[in-house]
Each structure stands twice: as C-alpha cells, then as structure tokens.
Nanobody, 128 residues
Framework: QVQLVESGGGLVPPGGSLRLSCTTS????????VGWFRQAPGKEREGVSC????????YYTESVKGRFTVSRDNAKSTVYLQMHSLKPEDTAVYFC?????????????????????WGQGTQVTVSS
C-alpha cells in the first residue's frame, strides 16, 4: 500500500519557522521525485517545491525562494520542507506527493499524480 503522511504543521506567528515532514512507504522512494504543494481556501493548488530522486536542482515557486528549503532522506523514505520567515499568505494546507521520474518543473507546475501518491495534508496557519 502506498502511503504518504505529513506532519509538522501548526499555528506560527509571522516571521516564525516550521519544518514539515512527509514519511512514505509502499514504493521505491529513492527512485521517485517528491514535491510539496499547498492550497488555501478559494485558491488554486500551488506547487511549492519539487525535487528529483538525486535531490539536484530542486524547483521552488518564486514566492518562497530564499525562505523555504526542501530536502529528502532516502534512507528514511522521508521528505522535509523547512520554512523560515513565514508570512500570513503562506497559510494553507500543505500536501506532499511522489511521482515517477519527470522534470521538477513539470511536477510542480503541471502535476499528473495518481491519488494514492498524495498525502492527506497538514495545516499551516501563520497568524499573530
């Protein structure tokens, strides 16, 4: 069974930091690209950051560049999103996903990922 489970979300004041984790099982994690997406109420889903199996040249959406860092630990089948300098506009449900090898840009901008390869999401709320 393919499973992806996010954790680490919560309520944080503006300027704060959070680290999201996504633990996975049921597929060859090291072979798959991984990504983080977010969706706020009334807004389109947005690809935040996507990474290849080798972790080379990850993609970041412009609004998070310099603030967020994606990483992966293939030995633990886990992907992380370290978020700094959080802003209210970062408030959203954050989802992790895995995809067969593609380009990191394609994964984040035009995702075509089966439903089983998405996590359930974790809420991030940035508010004072």
């Amino acid at each position: 069974q393919v499973q992806l489970v996010e954790s680490g979300g919560g309520l944080v004041p503006p300027g704060g930091s959070l680290r999201l984790s996504c633990t996975t099982s049921g597929f060859r994690f090291d072979y798959y690209y991984v990504g983080w997406f977010r969706q706020a109420p009334g807004k389109e889903r947005e690809g935040v950051s996507c990474m290849s199996g080798s972790a080379s040249d990850p993609y970041y959406t412009e609004s998070v560049k310099g603030r967020f860092t994606v990483s992966r630990d293939n030995a633990k089948s886990t992907v992380y999103l370290q978020m700094h300098s959080l802003k209210p506009e970062d408030t959203a449900v954050y989802f992790c996903a895995a995809d067969l090898p593609t380009s990191v840009q394609a994964m984040c901008l035009t995702p075509r990922i089966p439903s089983d390869y998405w996590g359930q999401g974790t809420q991030v709320t940035v508010s004072s």
